[in-house]
């Protein structure tokens, strides 16, 4: 049943969305931002808040879950890099800032950036 299910379906079935937006996700915190949607960034900006503060724990179990969605190189980057950088805020790690509209279809473009 439907209910109560809000996740945007960015015109995809679930396995191709998520992933997307794990490719996105892992994009952003290799690369420190992205450009893309604005749907998008509103898809995958939670995705990215959370694995920053399940790195912020630093423990074994919180490695294991981030391998789940991340790479290795992606996860040791959130464990060694940004968790330290974060430790002291409590949550908004990413900001969002619209940008132009993409010539051929005039979609809303934005770019999604750590803090």
């Not at 809000?6 to 915190?29: E, W």
């Not at 960034?41 to 912020?56: D, G, L, N, S």
């Not at 294991?64 to 974060?86: G, H, I, V």
């Amino acid at each position: 049943m439907r209910h109560r299910k809000t996740r945007p379906t960015l015109d995809r079935k679930a396995a191709p969305r998520n992933a997307m937006l794990r490719s996105l996700a892992i994009s952003v915190v290799m690369h420190g931002q992205v450009q893309t949607t604005i749907a998008k960034v509103r898809a995958v900006r939670p995705i990215v808040e959370r694995a920053i503060t399940t790195a912020k724990a630093g423990t074994l179990h919180s490695r294991r879950k981030l391998l789940r969605s991340f790479t290795e190189l992606a996860t040791n980057k959130l464990l060694k890099e940004l968790a330290p950088k974060y430790k002291d805020r409590k949550g908004g790690y990413t900001r969002r800032i619209l940008s132009h509209q993409r010539q051929g279809d005039r979609a809303q473009m934005a770019i999604l950036e750590l803090v």
